[in-house]
């Protein structure tokens, strides 16, 4: 799942469309869309409008392993409108810490530093690109996630020859953008392949709820259950794994049942150490 | 090599740092004020960035000479480590490399004449001590020889320190700048060695372990000492008759005048450290059974299987080798 986050609509328009999102409700100042592989939250201008809007997205879909992009424009001195780049280093006029993304995959765009500011600027500096969500994004994003996951990807819409100010249509920004959203979504997937991910089967989750119905855990024995299940899972195929199931029938308590696991864990870690390493 | 460099502002200006940047023109330049910015902050993968980690330039400032924990020792007076880089190449399951740092990129403390400093001072203190150093506790000692340049770097210097002995812990194959000088008697080149089943499991984007036997056949030749690293070994299914067979080879194939000194130990790791490490590879079988914590706030093997590990395999070590270079960790 890739979660966007946009200050405009107009930014947003083009990964609405390539995503096939439709609104999903909102909170405060911030729409949400969602489609079946993305969804975006249009947060409104300012760091602490994405700061919202971002943490309120994240706390709607808690699942862990999304990606998150802040897709917006942005000034620099040199680059030419229109063209993207990736922040490397995202900063703020306000906060002495500062991020430093760490994308497991390069990307199509120039990597560049990127400050965040309270108010559009004309000033502009060699090498660094200004914005004013990007800090607040990055912020609340890293609440739920890591450096891995986390994206801001800027089209610029000012420079020294078209300084901050001049008059910027809203039709512009989104044909800007939707320029390069088929390289936002080869960037994603390419994210999306590299990064580790993994998940319990519906085998074991099936064999777990069915264990906590027949036998009584204390709170300890739930957590040693599920961490028993979670290595039998990786250890087991799909098969064997089901034919737990008739340790039920033998053992009446979770202590005997416990131990059961264990030991098969012992057996089968024995002897797949060598041969079925996590890469 | 890599995409990104980062660059901390204290090393900006320095010669190796310029060097560095000039042998990869292409890469991304990032400027950061200390490298614990890059290096430091918790909401980190380990195991995303090992996919493609950076470089981190930087200084290494306060204590960069340590004593090493009492029970690792090679038989001198005095024993201590430090640390040129923080990471590895190579991305062996069983190293505790992964659950020691937030960050899986590289750092490369460029001012390499303030360790030196500092290891001449240490000899100094007591300069009729045998003082051992070891250089690859927090790295592979070669593996990036060719763009750290360190064993090239601290050979000479070792040089002038008879009582000094250096140990380059490795498991690489890049073994040219030793081969292009002279063999010093006070460095020991010391490779970790498991069986082949076990490397190709566990040790990833190592060099094979036929690659490994093959340039210790070329250092031997070259008058160089070498460690054989039997550490750590790995608990698996006819696991013991492997590793005795496999010391055979092993011992058979590098003269015993060419051996400086063996160690070895059982898989073990500090409890924090394992709880990292099996958080990032939750598949992973190396740490799911068989383990138990022990009073010593280490996850290890239970008793009886550590020890017979650790006996068998002592025992097929000393069929070959003269007790007194035989160092078996505690």
Redesign the interface.
Known sequence: MIHFATALHCEAQPLIEYYRMKPSGGVGRARFFEGENARLAVTGVGALAAAIGVTALAQRHTESGALWFNVGICGHKTLELGEALIA??VSSENHPE???P?????SVW??C?LHSLAQPSAEYVDGLAFDLEAYGFFTAA?CS?????VNSVKIVSDNAAHPAGERLDKETVSRWISAHVPDIARYAEALQS???H?ETSKTAQAFRTSVEATMRFSATERQQLLDRV??LD??LDSDAFKSLNELLETHGDAKSLLKSL?DR??????????????? | MFDRIYIEEAARSHSRTRAILDRFPKAERIECERYGEVFNPKRQDFRAQKQNPALILAEKHGKRVLPTPPDYGLGGDRHFYFSHMLNCLYDCRYCFLQGMYQSANYILFVNFEDFIGDIEATVAERPDDRSVFFSGYDCDSLAMEGVTRFADAFLPVFERLPNALLELRTKSVNVSTLLNRNPIPNAVVAYSLNPEPVANALEHQAPSVDARLKAMDKLVAAGWQIGLRFDPLIHFENGIAVYEGFVDHVMNRIPAESIHSITLGAFRSPKNVFKKMEALYPKEPLFMGNLQLDDRGQVSYSEPIERELIDRVSARILEHSDPARFFPCQ
Request: no cysteine; net charge positive; charged share 25%.
């Open positions: 490397n280093r500062r991020f430093f760490q994308p497991p995959v390069t120039p990597g530093a890293l996630t890591t450096l891995e996951r590299a990064l580790p993994s979670r290595k990786a250890l264990q864990i012992d057996a089968e870690s024995l002897r797949k150490t060598v041969a079925g390493a996590d890469v």
